[in-house]
């Protein structure tokens, strides 16, 4: 059975930083697209960053590029990492890791093959 389960999340302050993990087992998720999206009250659920299967390429939302970092691990810890760093009001939301063998930046999020349960981040001003 095909697992994500994201942890990490918590309520933090404003310009503080958070780790956010997923472990991924059921299946290898080597040739994998591996990432994060995002879903605040009443939004709909938006692109974060996305790591390519060879790590080579990372690919982040306006928003969140230059402050969050995606990486991953490979081998029997399979797992996907989100770095935030300044943390802002506005990044508050729950945080969900994702997968899919395609590119995830072609992707709409209802399209994408594997989801996490979610983790919520709220950021106090």
Not at 46 to 72: H, M
Request: proline share 3%; aromatic share 12%.
């Amino acid at each position: 059975q095909v697992q994500l389960v994201e942890s990490g999340g918590g309520t933090v302050q404003a310009g503080d930083s958070l780790r956010l993990s997923c472990a991924a087992s059921g299946r290898s998720f080597i040739n994998d697209y591996m990432g994060w999206f995002r879903q605040a009250p009443g939004r709909e659920r938006e692109f974060v960053g996305t790591i390519s299967w060879n790590r080579q390429n990372t690919y982040y939302a306006d928003s969140v590029k230059g402050r969050f970092t995606v990486s991953r691990e490979y081998g029997k810890n399979q797992a996907v990492y989100l770095h935030m760093n300044s943390l802002k009001p506005e990044d508050t939301a729950v945080y969900y890791c994702a997968a899919d063998p395609r590119d995830m930046m072609l992707l709409t999020p209802d399209t994408v093959r594997y989801w996490g349960q979610g983790t919520q981040v709220t950021v106090s001003s």
